[in-house]
């Protein structure tokens, strides 16, 4: 079966992973580790690693391992307002997103405040049906294959009908084990993604090949 919606990943799928953004993010939850436990950026970079290997997310393992109370704060702390200071704004990307036919919605395991200013820089806020977000997946994040099912149901689509393109290859998994379609963004591409036979493009704005190539294979 052809998909006949798309869901998106947002960080380092929408825009590239050469952009400082999730970088930004990524010093921010190792800083936030490090005072909350009281340890070394060194320990707390190891700890923040451990965490999203077992649980998906940072968060997800501070909530369950570690009695986070303040989850929001969290989430206001590692995000940064000033998007613009990280990422630079792609015209293509818009056109691209406005030609597909089919709707979409994002998928992402950030809170829907920064998904709102990355797409409202990225000017392609009114492309997307739905964000769902980590706080609409109760705090658990990509790859809890729970999420993948309730995003579904929400969607009322089949996993069949549904194509879903992120950065990581362990997120897109999951999905692929439901029986959806899943396409790797990855500007170097991977051998580990052919051992599981998923497609790879190297940017977002390949997609409409991609997808006339899935089309024409049937």
Known sequence: MQPAYILFDLDETLYPAS???????GRRMTEYVS????????????LRRE?????GTTLKGLLVEYDLAAADEY????????????????PELAQVLTALAMPKSILTNS???????????????????HIFDIRFNNLSG??????YRKTLSTLKRDPEEVLFIDDRLAYLLPFQLLGGHVLLVSANG????????????GDIKE???FLDRMAAAG
């Open 19 to 25: 952009s400082e953004l999730l970088k930004e993010v």
């Open 35 to 46: 005072e909350f436990l009281k340890v070394d950026p060194e320990k707390a970079l190891s």
């Open 51 to 55: 965490l999203t290997g077992k649980y």
């Open 75 to 90: 989430l206001e702390y590692c995000h940064p307002t000033e998007v613009d200071k990280y990422l630079s704004r792609d």
């Open 111 to 129: 809170p829907l405040e920064h998904a709102e200013r990355v797409l409202d820089y990225l000017q392609v806020r009114n492309c997307f049906e």
């Open 142 to 147: 990509k790859p809890d294959p729970e999420i």
């Open 190 to 201: 991977t051998d580990e993604a052919q051992s599981y036979r998923v497609p790879v493009i």
């Open 207 to 209: 997609l409409p090949d």
